[in-house]
């Protein structure tokens, strides 16, 4: 029997004759499809999905750029808005602005998920977003239930996403859509099943509702449930336990005769960063290296093709961001093949490049065809901005004894990276070098192929295991 989410009821009721007969309501996905505690019940959402979210700090001004944030959030709470606001951050590097705008999925009263709404919301943060400053140049909007992993506390899973650059945005709004078509026609929209499954998007629900455009990334979470189950099985076994020695390639650095440097930027895409990162790359006319977390990627998938279109390399850093030396070689296998879903769904490119969460691996992890499909990325110089140490630290780490095929890690979750990177990209060119992409940087005894032996035991080159996380 199939069970009637109460809010389909009402919803029906509200905006249809009462003689309607009342719409269908697709099967709930099959167990295991989603964590448990976000499963449809059939109902209303489980209660931890009303659960109020705060940030760490229980403010809803990030601080970054305090009079932005401010004037956004009033504007914001002089509207009816759906959602709960939760986050209002605005950054600013060279005179460039981004904005984000986080919600939490989910009427403020009822819990109840409408896509309506929620779109709503984020053609209501959009617009006070890009009205407050003609510097802000990009905003990012989404929307959040409790993960799974801290359902109820401060662990927050994107179930919705928009990211859009002003000039996308005015061109939309000025074609005069209204707000229940304009978050469509913005770019890569990613809309979790988890949403479509308890709002489905039947206009007979949602009358106001269009069906989703084809650029709306609606697949369902390739790392979590069947999906990732069907990643573990298509790998199966994946130690190669042949009698040859196989073999690995390494990048510890790049080609030394070359004037060349690569700048690897780890963890993204990251709402509201990566779009600084992209435009300060843009106006230094640069290029840079990413590597990327598959969920991140899912869960911003605009912010992904945006790496993608502006020319820039693409590496994988697995879906979880877990450390390959944890994992069975069947995980290790599936970890890196998620990525690669995700991102060829959405920029048709194959990854040539890995590097592991942390800089580590074991030899399990080397006898992983897959990983020996990689080029396995290591770094001279680690900007440990982790924890978002002063910009001038970051600069110096990265700077101080630079040579020419130099690769420098960094982490694109923090406003001082983003803050540090044009200093960066002066500073190596003060010295004569400049950004390049790994694949520019091939040559000379590198990449090296080595023995499994050889690539557990690298000259540490001046490379520092990452130090946190
Ligand atoms: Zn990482």
Redesign the pocket.
Known sequence: MRLVPAFVIIAAVATTNAATVLPTVADPPPPGEYPSHIQPHGDLPPAELLAPLQDKDAWVLKGICPVDEATIARKLRELPLNQRLLRVAVGEVDGVKAALLKFQAGHHLTGQFRLSEIEADAAAALDAAFSTDPAIAHVDVWSVVPSEANAGGQSHRPVFSVGTDRQTYRLVTDSGKADSDLVRTLGVVRYDPLILDLAPNDPSRDPALAPLPASAYTKPRVGYGSPWQETLDRNGSNVDSGLDEPTVQVMLHGDQRQRLVAITI??GPCPMLTPLILAVLAKEQTVANF?V?GEKAEQYPQLLRNIAQAGHLIGN?TYH?RQLSELSDQEIAAELDACQTVVERLTGQVMNYL?P??GNYTETALRCPLVRSHIITLWTHNASDWGNPPVSRIVQRCLTNIQPGAIILM?GGDINSVRALPLIIQGLRARGLEPALLSQMHGTGTPQTLTLKGALSVPLNGWQP?DV?
């Open positions: 780890d963890d590597f977390v850093h961001h590097r969460p942390g982490h990452d996380k």
